[in-house]
């Protein structure tokens, strides 16, 4: 499959060959892409996706990549970021955003409407498809508390609307990873509030998160899921792990349950040092520390 084939069949619609994907990651780290493509619409991604399917071309969705890391080996097949996908439109208290809407936006959105609900996400780098992905939450809140529906493409290529019961939430996770739905669209029920109050409540929300997490510099957000009855931050702490550095990666000397690239790190660094840390924090606390960020791709050859 030449670069020629797909460009021809898909001439309105962005794809680079063989493109670095540490240009997106938040990490700054990744292997290449065989084809990333850029779809500005639902037909686009229809079309892509059946695409693919014809030729027996592996298909991997990916937002904004705050929260995730992507081997130095790549990707193969295609990649579709989905950030063209940016719409956001409101309807008496709900809210329906494309899923390469940026979370923040979203926010400011329902903010302007003064609708109340998401606040807890104002400063969360992530995508609203990212964020039906995972059941992103920060600060109490979860997207599961105001997500009602979403539109999503099928891996067979049917659009379908699940429900909120559907979509099966709980701690970072959602149906969408077990079925591997392409998330077009997401739909919030929201409650009316005073717009001064939803403003000063983000504001204060992003103040909190730019004293504690280091935003100065690039990382996957938070790398480990909280394990019951205890802070990763502080299991971290108390190993005396904090600003271990890892190659050109380092645990946040801001805040342990973040890994940061100070040093043109590399993916493997920081996988390395993930598996490190929890090797340490199962030896010293018995405690198995699960991976909140989204890991995908291949491991790098040693030949070009």
Not at 184 to 202: E, N, R, S, V
Not at 277 to 287: R, Y
Request: hydrophobic share 40%; proline share 4%; glycine share 10%.
């Amino acid at each position: 499959m030449m670069m020629a084939d797909i460009a021809t069949a898909f001439p309105a619609i962005k794809i680079l060959r063989d493109e670095p994907l540490a240009h997106y990651t938040h990490t700054k780290t990744g292997g290449p892409a065989d084809y990333l493509a850029f779809p500005t619409n639902v037909q686009e991604t229809k079309s892509l996706l059946a695409y693919a399917n014809q030729i027996s071309l592996p298909v991997t969705v990916v937002g904004n990549a705050s929260n995730l890391i992507v081997r130095d080996g790549g990707i193969r097949g295609l990649v579709m970021i989905l950030t063209q996908m940016a719409a956001i439109t409101t309807a008496g208290n709900t809210v329906t955003a494309e899923a390469g809407a940026a979370l923040i936006t979203t926010t400011q959105v329902t903010q302007a409407h003064a609708l109340s609900g998401l606040e807890f996400a104002a400063g969360i780098p992530g995508s609203v498809g990212g964020a039906i992905f995972m059941n992103a939450g920060a600060y109490g809140g979860e997207i599961s508390t105001v997500a009602v529906a979403a539109e999503v493409l099928t891996p067979e290529g049917e659009i379908r609307t699940l429900s909120q019961a559907e979509l099966d939430f709980g701690y970072r996770h959602s149906s969408i990873q077990d079925y591997h739905d392409i998330v077009l669209t997401a739909t919030f029920a929201l409650t009316p509030g005073d717009g001064a109050a939803i403003q000063a409540q983000m504001d204060d929300l992003n103040v909190r998160r730019a004293a504690k997490q280091p935003l100065e510099l690039p990382s996957c957000g938070s790398v480990f899921k909280r394990p019951v009855g205890h802070y990763t931050g502080q299991l971290i702490q108390e190993a005396g792990l904090q600003g271990l550095k890892w190659g050109g990666a380092q645990v946040s000397t801001k805040h342990a349950g973040f890994i940061v690239n100070i040093d043109h790190a590399t993916a493997t660094d920081y996988l390395e040092l993930i598996h490190h840390i929890q090797a340490v924090i199962l030896e010293k606390d018995g405690v198995t520390l699960e991976t909140e960020v989204r890991i995908i791709g291949e491991e790098p050859t040693t030949q070009k």
